[in-house]
């Protein structure tokens, strides 16, 4: 599977953007998908995942009720909704992928990443 990631940029607190990643190559539908961020000297964060189905996902507290993940099987691109960012957000954003039907919040156990794109939230 090969992960391209789009969407990152510069926006104001309070703001909006649209994080979109797009998959090539094996059966899509058959994977977990999820986002993390890291920022430079630090360890990679997870943000959020959604099952191969669609119908469940899963995110971590701080960005709870801020952002939404979603995805298009038919188009194989998952996509991050944030909202109400805040510069605390600021970071670059990975999507990941693993062959899997299970929820997984843990980096080292995906299989497949994107190259990252730049999210900044200025005050």
């Known amino acids: 599977v090969q992960l391209q990631a789009s969407g990152g940029g510069l926006v104001q607190a309070g703001g909006s953007l649209r994080l979109s990643c797009a998959a090539s190559?094996?059966?899509?539908?058959?994977?977990?998908m999820g986002w993390f961020r890291q920022i430079p000297g630090k360890e990679r964060e997870f943000v959020a995942a959604i099952r191969w189905s669609g119908g469940n996902t899963y995110y971590a507290d701080s960005v709870k009720g801020r952002f939404t993940i979603s995805r298009d099987n038919a188009k194989s691109t998952v996509d991050l909704q944030l909202n109400s960012l805040k510069p605390e957000d600021t970071a670059v954003y990975y999507c990941a992928a693993k062959n899997t039907p299970l929820i997984v919040t843990t980096s080292s156990l995906y299989d497949y990443w994107g190259q990252g794109t730049q999210v900044t939230v200025s005050s």
């Open positions: 190559g094996r059966t899509f539908s058959r994977y977990t």
